[in-house]
């Protein structure tokens, strides 16, 4: 079966056929395979691109401690187009929900610091990945501890930040968290409120969150469904689509809400701007749908987009 990628795809192997540090190559590869189409004919394709992936990731830990040095573990690379952090008090359900809502197999006990290391999954929606991150649990004075430097670096880098508490306790919890980020100067960040274990009780008192509050109960996967589509929105970003003769990829290009055709010819290929015509762009809605524009054209979620020079 032909394997159907698209330009972002052989940008993407193109950097990684050319990396020569192992750094490089892994973020390259990462690239490569976030690119890397979805269908099943694919498949195997994607397999061994991240089985190639783990073999970069383990020799470059055994590099790390031949060298004496200590690989960060916090030092996590953001992929896709948002990483989503879970920060909570120990035993809340960070690792459930990340277990409930991502590929991520991580540890879920009711030992508290059960998660020690940042833990990271894929959120899929709407054929994006974004990158969720479990960070080891948060309590009040945590911050004024000083050890704390890394695990709010995470989530100051994040695009989001998901606040997962007790629902029995959830009031406390809350407002002990945003001390601690408010100490670390990231109570302005988007901020999401997961409160979990809502099959433990019959009401729950957050009337008074500034923040949108999600009743959970991530061990059984409910409540969670429109935490993905939430992210989404808060990026305030536009999906467009590229079509290549028949085919549209799925995976969209994720755009900047004001972009133009010329912005999305530069993310395919930025030589392609240099032998452009003309691009059709397919709207829903449009009576103008699938007409000739050109490279000021301003393009709008959803759009599909196809490109001829
Ligand atoms: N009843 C109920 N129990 C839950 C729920 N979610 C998680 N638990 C339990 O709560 C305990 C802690 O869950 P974890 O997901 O490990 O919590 P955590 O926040 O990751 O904990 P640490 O990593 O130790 O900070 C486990 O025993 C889970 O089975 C839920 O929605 N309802
Ligand atoms: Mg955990």
Redesign the pocket.
């Known amino acids: 079966m032909p394997i159907n990628a698209d330009a972002a795809y052989f940008v993407a192997k193109d950097r990684y056929e050319r990396a020569k540090m192992p750094a490089e190559k892994i973020a390259a590869l990462e690239e490569l395979i976030s690119a890397a189409p979805t269908h099943k004919g694919a498949e195997k394709m994607r397999g061994q691109l991240k089985k190639k992936l783990a073999e970069l990731k383990a020799a470059q830990i055994v590099a790390a401690k031949k060298r004496g040095g200590k690989a960060s573990l916090y030092a996590i690379r953001k992929t896709g187009p948002a990483q989503v952090v879970?920060v909570?008090?120990?035993?809340?359900?960070?690792?459930?929900?990340?277990?409930a809502l991502t590929n991520a197999r991580?540890?879920?006990?009711?030992?508290?610091?059960?998660?020690?290391v940042p833990q990271i999954g894929a959120l899929k929606f709407s054929e994006m990945d974004f990158q969720m991150v479990?960070l080891?649990?948060i309590v009040p004075g945590t911050y004024d501890s000083g050890k704390a430097g890394e695990l709010f670096g995470c989530a100051r880098n994040a695009e989001c930040i998901v606040l997962?508490v007790?629902?029995r306790k959830a009031p406390e919890q809350f407002s002990g968290l945003m001390d601690e980020l408010r100490k670390a100067g990231l109570a302005g960040k988007t901020i999401f409120v997961v409160a979990?274990?809502?099959?433990?009780i019959s009401s729950l008192h957050m009337e008074s969150c500034p923040f949108p509050v999600l009743k959970?109960?991530?061990?059984?996967a409910?409540g969670l469904e429109g935490l993905a589509e939430m992210v989404w929105a808060s990026l305030g970003k536009i999906r467009v689509y590229t079509r290549k003769g028949e085919n549209t990829d799925r995976r969209p290009m994720v755009m900047e809400p004001d972009s133009t055709v010329r912005d999305a010819v530069r993310m395919i290929h930025k030589d392609f701007l240099e032998t452009f015509r003309f691009a059709r762009v397919w709207r829903r809605n449009s009576p103008h749908s699938g007409s000739r524009v050109g490279l000021d054209f301003s393009l709008r979620d959803g759009d599909v987009i196809a490109v001829f020079g």
């Open positions: 879970l909570g008090y120990p035993s809340a359900g960070k690792s459930s929900v990340l277990a991580p540890e879920v006990s009711p030992t508290p610091y059960t998660t020690k479990e080891p649990a997962v007790d629902a979990n274990k809502c099959d433990l959970a109960s991530a061990s059984k409910r």
